[in-house]
Antibody
Framework: EVQLLESGGDLLQPGGSLRLSCAAS????????MSWVRQAPGKGLEWVST????????FYADSVKGRFTISRDNSKNTLFLQMNSLRADDTAVYYC??????????????????WGQGTLVTVSS | SYELTQPPSVSVSPGQTARITCSGD??????AYWYQKKPGQAPVLVIY???ERPSGIPERFSGSSSGTTVTLTISTVQAEDEADYYC?????????FGGGTKLTVL
């Protein structure tokens, strides 16, 4: 059974930093691209970032480019999101998600067949 | 990047058919995907590559594509289908979600 378990969400002040983790199990983690998707309170889903299966390719939404860094440790089946210079509009539930089909050489065709339950990040003074 | 446009809400009575549209200029060139999202739960993929249904998704969920519009159709709607539905697409510049459609089962 595929499981994705996010952790690391917290309440912090604007300008702060936070690292989210996502522990994966039940599939060959190193064969699939992984992503982070967020949902702000009362808002829709927003793609944040994708990383290729080997970790060599990374992709970001314009809203987080230069502030967030996605990475993975295939030896530990874990996905990360380092978030710096956090702003109030980064407040959201952050989901990690597994790509349905591919390794993620590009974001073309990326879509998600398994999602974690999410971790809440609140940025507020 | 491009945009995907969905109606904010759709309402149907139990047993009827719900149709949720998603429009975007890139859709003739890129596949669309659909997710069901209930409050407090993770999204669930219900349609991929415009019209394919993942294993475990009921047959009453179907998808179609015509030009710049894709449609999620839910036949014989049940109370448990009440949820937010999001379309999604992706190209080499990134991944895009539609704004979401709240399906209300009257």
């Amino acid at each position: 059974e595929v499981q994705l378990l996010e952790s690391g969400g917290d309440l912090l002040q604007p300008g702060g930093s936070l690292r989210l983790s996502c522990a994966a199990s039940g599939f060959t983690f190193s064969s699939y691209a992984m992503s982070w998707v967020r949902q702000a309170p009362g808002k829709g889903l927003e793609w944040v970032s994708t990383i290729g299966s080997s970790g060599g390719r990374t992709f970001y939404a314009d809203s987080v480019k230069g502030r967030f860094t996605i990475s993975r440790d295939n030896s530990k089946n874990t996905l990360f999101l380092q978030m710096n210079s956090l702003r109030a509009d980064d407040t959201a539930v952050y989901y990690c998600a597994k790509d349905h089909e591919g390794g993620g050489v590009t974001t073309s065709g990326v879509h998600f067949d398994y999602w974690g339950q999410g971790t809440l990040v609140t940025v507020s003074s | 990047s491009y945009e995907l446009t969905q109606p904010p809400s759709v309402s149907v009575s139990p047993g009827q058919t719900a149709r949720i549209t998603c429009s975007g200029d890139a859709l003739p060139k890129q596949y669309a995907y659909w997710y069901q999202k209930k409050p407090g739960q993770a999204p669930v993929l219900v349609i991929y590559k415009d019209s394919e249904r993942p294993s475990g998704i009921p047959e009453r969920f179907s998808g179609s594509s015509s030009g710049t519009t894709v449609t999620l159709t839910i036949s014989t709607v049940q109370a448990e289908d009440e949820a937010d539905y999001y379309c999604q697409s992706a190209d080499s510049s990134g991944v895009v979600f539609g704004g979401g459609t709240k399906l209300t089962v009257l």
